[in-house]
């Protein structure tokens, strides 16, 4: 059984969990704690399975899962993801 792995963001210093994915085995970092809009379930051999929409996500819970949790993905709620993940880069004109 996999074990996630405590660590803290490198950009926003929150408290972050790392867990292996149910179809590569990579980690992923999830926000610490459970969330009610999360699209990322951890099963209970220990594998985050990333889901289109959290309804989705809350459905394979319940199914599951003794206690249904879900997770979000940590880039989605860090709040300097998205500035350090654009940062230099030029914005070019939308084609549409």
């Known amino acids: 059984m996999p074990r996630a792995r405590a660590g803290t963001c490198r950009d926003c210093q929150a408290l972050i969990r790392w867990v292996p994915t149910a179809n590569t085995r990579r980690a992923i970092p999830l926000d610490f704690e459970p969330t009610d809009d999360g699209r990322v379930v951890v099963t209970d051999e220990g594998y985050a399975i990333v889901f289109g929409s959290h ?15 879900t997770y979000k993905a940590h880039h989605a709620s860090c709040p300097r993801y998205h500035s350090r993940a654009h940062a230099g880069r030029e914005e070019y004109p939308s084609l549409f």
């Open 55 to 69: 309804d989705e996500a809350l459905a394979r819970a319940q199914r599951l899962l003794t206690i249904p949790l």
